[in-house]
C-alpha cells in the first residue's frame, strides 16, 4: 500500500518510482561504472568514445575541459523581462 502524496495520479506515480529509484541507486552506490564500461585503466579512451574526437585533439593533462563550451551571446534573452 502507497501512501499518496498528491491529488494527482501522475505525481504519485512520479514519485514512488523516484523513492524506489534512490533506494536502489544507494544499493548500487559501490559500484565503479567506469571499470564496469572498461574504461578504468584507460579514461582517455572514454573521452575519445564520449567526443568521437581523435584522441590527439583531447588535452592530455586535463581531458575534462574539452568537453566544457560556452555559448554564443543571445541578445534575445538580454531584451526578456524579468518575470
Known amino acids: 500500500m502507497y501512501s499518496d502524496v498528491s491529488s494527482n495520479t ?8 523516484c ?7 544507494e544499493e548500487r552506490k559501490n ?3 567506469v571499470v564496469k564500461t572498461g574504461y578504468g585503466n584507460n579514461i582517455m579512451r ?4 564520449f567526443l568521437n574526437k581523435d584522441k590527439k585533439f583531447i588535452p592530455k593533462k586535463h581531458p575534462e575541459e574539452f568537453v566544457i563550451s560556452k ?3 543571445n541578445k ?3 531584451n526578456l523581462k524579468r518575470l
Open 10 to 17: 501522475f505525481v504519485n506515480k512520479v514519485a514512488i518510482n
Open 19 to 25: 523513492i524506489f529509484t534512490l533506494q536502489r541507486a
Open 31 to 33: 559500484i565503479d561504472y
Open 46 to 49: 572514454g573521452f575519445v568514445d
Open 71 to 73: 555559448t554564443s551571446f
Open 76 to 78: 534575445k534573452i538580454k
